[in-house]
């Protein structure tokens, strides 16, 4: 039995993008609607009960649009909300736990280290993950709290000052702890890899949250029969502000140009 309906993915805001592209790497028939909450971004700085609120309204919008699973594309998303994952009617994946689980597997010095948002490293949810599976390692956990407003600036080359000397601040300390594996625990981080990757070293894995999940969904879709029957694939775009850096990233990501007019705007509070 084929499935036609599509893959729901939501974020904050672009982040959710980077996870979008993994999904469509191993998914390449699938339709995909994405919706970013772009007026509302940061996710990261506010309250659990606020987080909640917004994942919920997020899910109810893609469930409006008869999506098969959901993919909550959102560190700090998968991290807080856990009500959003309890009362979906369709699949729910966060990326937290299957990043974890990566990272578990291709540690050897069982020191892994955590970047995210305020309110995913106050959870503590990627911790309480490695720790299932090794309960000796050593977590070093930071948050990064001016990565999401750089990423959102379209501010990600190492070449620019502001950003290397911004994610040297945060990631020397951990680096310095030793950590052979560390966690982008935040799907706006995939986009500030090189200069991760440049101040952390060659002998560091990075692990991105997108590509840990997509193999988990990919995995699901196959062993419950829920794969398309299309050939090609159509993908949606929905946010609640257009932005510039949103049509920007879009395009840099998908290898195409995504038009502004191609992206609605939805108005999340009258659903
Ligand atoms: N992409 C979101 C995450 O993975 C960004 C969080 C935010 O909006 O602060 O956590």
């Known amino acids: 039995?084929?499935?036609?309906?599509?893959?729901?993915?939501?974020?904050?805001?672009?982040?959710?993008?980077?996870?979008?592209k993994e999904l469509i790497k191993l998914l390449p028939n699938e339709d995909i609607v994405y919706f970013g909450d772009t007026g509302r971004v940061p996710y990261g700085t506010r309250s659990s009960a606020t987080i909640e609120k917004y994942a919920l309204q997020d899910q109810k919008l893609l469930l409006k649009h008869d999506v098969k699973?959901?993919?909550?594309?959102?560190g700090t998303v998968s991290s807080v909300a856990k009500n959003a994952a309890r009362q979906s009617t369709v699949p729910y994946f966060g990326v937290v736990e299957h990043a974890a689980r990566q990272a578990a597997k291709v540690t050897k010095n069982q020191k892994i280290g955590v970047?995210?948002?305020a309110a995913?490293?106050?959870?503590?949810?990627?911790?309480?993950?490695?720790?299932?599976?090794?309960?000796?390692?050593?977590?070093?956990?930071?948050?990064?709290?001016?990565?999401?407003?750089?990423?959102e600036e379209g501010w990600v080359s190492k070449d620019n000052l502001a950003v290397y000397d911004t994610a040297k601040r945060y990631l020397e300390p951990i680096k310095q702890a030793g950590v052979d594996t560390l966690i982008l625990g935040c799907t706006h981080y995939p986009l500030l890899?090189?200069?991760i990757a440049s101040i952390m070293g060659e002998d560091v894995t990075l692990i991105n949250m997108g590509e840990a999940t997509a193999l988990a969904v990919a995995e699901y879709i196959k062993s419950n029969s829920l794969s398309t029957a299309k050939q090609t694939a159509d993908y949606r775009f929905m946010v609640t502000d257009k932005t510039a850096s949103f049509t920007k990233t879009a395009s840099m990501l998908m290898g195409q140009n995504v038009e502004s007019e191609n992206i609605e705007l939805v108005d999340i509070d009258k659903l």
């Open 193 to 195: 890899k090189d200069v």
């Open 120 to 151: 995913t490293i106050k959870s503590g949810a990627h911790e309480d993950h490695i720790k299932e599976i090794l309960p000796n390692a050593t977590v070093i956990a930071q948050c990064c709290s001016l990565f999401v407003p750089l990423v």
């Open 69 to 74: 699973l959901i993919v909550a594309a959102c």
């Open 1 to 20: 039995m084929a499935d036609n309906r599509p893959i729901g993915v939501f974020d904050s805001g672009l982040g959710g993008l980077t996870v979008m």
């Open 115 to 117: 970047i995210g948002t």
